[in-house]
């Protein structure tokens, strides 16, 4: 198995590599590539040193196996061709692919197979809201068809890469300090704030962010679901939280809902409201599961639900999921 990882330096492309490492993928060699900022960076995996290359439209690509690529939407519309024209599996991290048709997207608690039909050879991993709500909603799925979803999600700044992060940081620094924060990645000041635009704007009202929930959880269950999200940034490090509401074809009682939870996959059942059970963002930073607590029936709708859950985005939302892709095709024997 020979992987690149494209966007090495990132948030998500630090975790690729971590995560490889923690579930010994398997893998005889390594390249990372990164644009010129970061091209001779040095990065340790397995005890040995990579360096970054620059991504460039030649032929490094040919023999590798698998390309986990995180590096933005233009550079995964850009580079797609020179990645995937020796045979590499491109699994991409944008939104770039996501919703075109010859693009599987793929969460794989939920539509492994899909992974195997992708005729341009490459995967799209779906946006990190939209992959800790699918792996819940799919065990729901399983006792009644679920119509409909309301969600408010809770997301943390690392959602919006490396540089967010030490924005965040920063901005409690500067008001220590007395001084101007500085906002540069979000809107505004995100310190000691929430602000509910994540990415941009659409016609309709709502935000592009919120559409992905919308479109993405339709493509990845083969269903008619209706999702309306409102998303909103919230200054927490890591791990996004979600507050979720579903309407069942018929009533389900919380006993075979909490049931349902405990036994699907990728899922932990954390709800134990007499002892302050319930997810976190600050404890499920750093965990590959999604989160399950608040788990209480809807007092406005016999069919209705609600409850709470929490993932790591730049884990389970971005890196495990892909990581997790490549592992199925390999249990298959789908990767050449
Ligand atoms: N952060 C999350 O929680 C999350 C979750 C799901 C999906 N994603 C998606 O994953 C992608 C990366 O996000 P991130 O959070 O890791 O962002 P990030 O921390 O800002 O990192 C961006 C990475 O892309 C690289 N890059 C940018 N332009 C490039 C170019 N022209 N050629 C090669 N590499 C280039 C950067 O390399 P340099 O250092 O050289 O600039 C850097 O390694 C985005 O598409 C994002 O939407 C992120």
């Known amino acids: 198995m020979n992987v690149a990882i494209v966007g090495a330096s990132g948030a998500v492309g630090q975790e690729f590599l971590r995560v490889l490492e923690q579930r010994s993928f398997p893998m005889d060699n390594l390249v990372l590539f990164g644009s010129s900022r970061s091209a001779g ?6 005890g040995k040193s990579y360096i970054v ?12 196996d698998v ?3 995180s590096a933005g939407g233009s550079t995964s519309v850009e580079f797609a061709e020179t990645i995937t024209k020796h045979g590499a599996v491109m699994i991409d991290n944008s939104s770039a692919f996501r919703m075109e048709n010859d693009v599987p997207l793929v969460v794989p608690e939920v539509n492994p197979e899909d992974a195997l039909n992708r005729p341009r050879g490459i995967i799209a991993n779906p946006n990190c809201t939209t992959i800790q709500m699918v792996v819940a909603l799919n065990a729901i799925e399983k006792l009644s068809h679920i119509k409909r979803v309301h969600v408010a999600t809770y997301q943390a700044a690392s959602g919006a890469g490396a540089t967010a992060m030490a924005e965040l940081i920063k901005q409690y620094e500067q008001i220590q300090k007395g001084e101007e924060p500085t906002v540069e990645k979000f809107a505004y000041q995100l310190a000691y704030n929430l602000i509910p635009h994540v990415d941009v704007f659409t016609d309709n009202g709502y935000t592009k962010e919120e559409m992905k929930m919308y479109n993405e959880t339709r493509k ?5 679901i209706e999702v309306s999200a409102t998303c909103v ?8 939280s979600e507050a979720t509401w579903v309407e069942t074809e018929r009533p389900l009682s ?3 809902v909490r049931n349902a939870f405990a036994g699907a996959e990728g899922v932990i059942l954390q709800d134990n409201p007499s002892k302050k059970e319930y997810p976190m963002p600050l404890f499920v930073a750093d965990h590959d599961e999604v989160y399950v607590g608040r788990i209480r029936k809807d007092l406005t709708n016999p069919n209705g639900l609600s409850f709470w859950t929490v993932s790591d985005q730049i884990r389970k939302g971005a890196a495990l999921n892909a990581v997790q892709i490549a592992e199925y095709l390999l ?3 789908n990767i050449r």
């Open 41 to 46: 960076r040095e990065y340790m995996f397995r």
């Open 53 to 64: 290359k620059e991504l460039k439209h030649n032929d490094d690509f040919k023999g590798i």
């Open 67 to 69: 390309a986990f690529v």
């Open 220 to 224: 990845i269950m083969h269903s008619d």
């Open 233 to 240: 940034r919230v200054p927490v490090m890591r791990a996004h």
């Open 254 to 256: 919380i006993e075979e």
């Open 331 to 333: 249990k298959v024997g």
